[in-house]
C-alpha cells in the first residue's frame, strides 16, 4: 500500500480532481499554502495499491503540467535600481521553471474505511 502526497498548484486541483474521480482513484483534498512564488497550493492524499502507482503519478503528470514562472520584483519604484545592485538575486525579475505538483510516496503499512 502506497499514501501519496501530491502538494499541487491551485490552478491544477479540479483538473486532478477530475481525472483521479474519473480513473476511481479517491482521494482527500486539504488547502495549503508555501512555495517560494507564495502561490496558492492544494495537498492531495491519495491511499493506492503499489500495482496502481504508476498509473496514479501519470495522472498526477497529466493534470499538472510544469509551466514557466516570473520571480522577483516585478515593480521599479524609485530606489529599486539602487537595491537591484546591493540585492540583485531579490530585484530584476527573472524566468524560473515551476512545477506543477510536488509529489511525495510513503510506504503505508494499513489502511483502514472506517
Known amino acids: 500500500m502506497k499514501m501519496v502526497v501530491a502538494v499541487v498548484r491551485d490552478e491544477y486541483a ?4 477530475e481525472q483521479l474521480t474519473h480513473k476511481g482513484f479517491g482521494a482527500t483534498k486539504l488547502a495549503s499554502t508555501g512555495g517560494f512564488l507564495k502561490a ?7 491511499g493506492v495499491a503499489a500495482a496502481q502507482l504508476e498509473e496514479v503519478l501519470g495522472v498526477i503528470r497529466h493534470a ?5 514562472g516570473i520571480q522577483g520584483d516585478l515593480t521599479l519604484r524609485e ?4 537595491h537591484a545592485a546591493a540585492n540583485p538575486a531579490h530585484a530584476l525579475p527573472y524566468e524560473v521553471n515551476v512545477g506543477g505538483a510536488t509529489v511525495f510516496v510513503l510506504d503505508v503499512e494499513r489502511m483502514i474505511k472506517v
Open 64 to 68: 499538472c503540467p510544469s509551466k514557466k
Open 79 to 82: 530606489g529599486s535600481l539602487k
Open 14 to 17: 479540479a483538473a486532478l480532481t
Open 40 to 46: 496558492g497550493n492544494t495537498t492531495f492524499l491519495i
